[in-house]
């Protein structure tokens, strides 16, 4: 048990699917965020949250959408993706978004496969 | 650009010594960080350095050079659940976390 959890941890959709990621965590950290793992590649960074309030978007499509209500928990909205946004989807969580040096929490993700 | 680079895979002897070297260019450097990512599951933290020099906890140890933009993570008496990839990740002047693609580590009996 990290302290962080994911749902589902699999998940297969169509193109023209809506599905949510759902990401929840109470270790009483005030940051969340979402990556996106692909084989061979670096963490891609997509949202940031702080206190609920949205701090970073990295230039991510808008058929991604994030969902904050409150602290503990994190929602990534998916709809009509592209074969090429199949991937792990982490989701991590710190005590805030610049106390960096306790590291983050991290979920053990959703492997994602659009088909 | 910002650029972290590590080795994508490493191969080592149960009850051997292992080191993983981590370079980086970024803009600004608040702390490396290494984390172990079994597969399937979650990264998780294992060190961080501020500070050159090196900080050992247990097997695992993890030095830094500042000067020269590098770290190492060396693990000593290798055990196969050490089989895993690890994670380099640099924290920049905005606390942004940059992160390797990482090394895979395979270890054999």
């Known amino acids: 048990e990290t302290g962080v959890t994911q749902t589902p941890r699999h998940l297969v959709m169509g193109m023209t699917n809506k599905k949510s990621l759902k990401c929840e965590q109470h270790l009483g950290h005030n940051a969340m965020y979402w990556y996106k793992q692909s084989a061979k590649k670096p963490l891609e960074l997509m949202f940031v949250y702080s206190l609920e309030e949205r701090v970073e978007n990295n230039s991510v499509p808008s058929r991604f959408s994030p969902e904050c209500p409150n602290s503990s928990h994190l929602f990534l909205h998916l709809h009509t993706l592209q074969p090429e946004d199949s991937a792990l989807y982490l989701c991590a969580s710190s005590q805030d978004d610049t106390t960096v040096w306790v590291g983050y929490t991290f979920g053990s993700g959703t492997r994602l496969t659009v088909v | 650009g910002q650029n972290i680079d590590q080795p994508t895979e490493m191969t080592a002897t149960e009850g051997a010594i292992v080191q993983i070297n981590c370079t980086y260019q970024t803009s600004g450097f608040n702390g490396l960080f290494w984390y172990q990512q079994h597969a399937g599951e979650a990264p998780t933290f294992l060190s961080y350095?501020?500070l050159d020099g090196l900080e050992e906890k247990g097997r695992f140890s993890s030095f830094l050079s500042r000067s020269k933009g590098y770290s190492y993570l060396l693990l000593k008496e290798l055990q196969m659940k050490d089989s895993a990839s690890y994670l380099c990740a640099v924290t920049d002047s905005n606390y942004q976390l940059i992160w390797g693609a990482g090394t895979k580590l395979i270890i054999k009996p």
């Open positions: 350095n501020v």
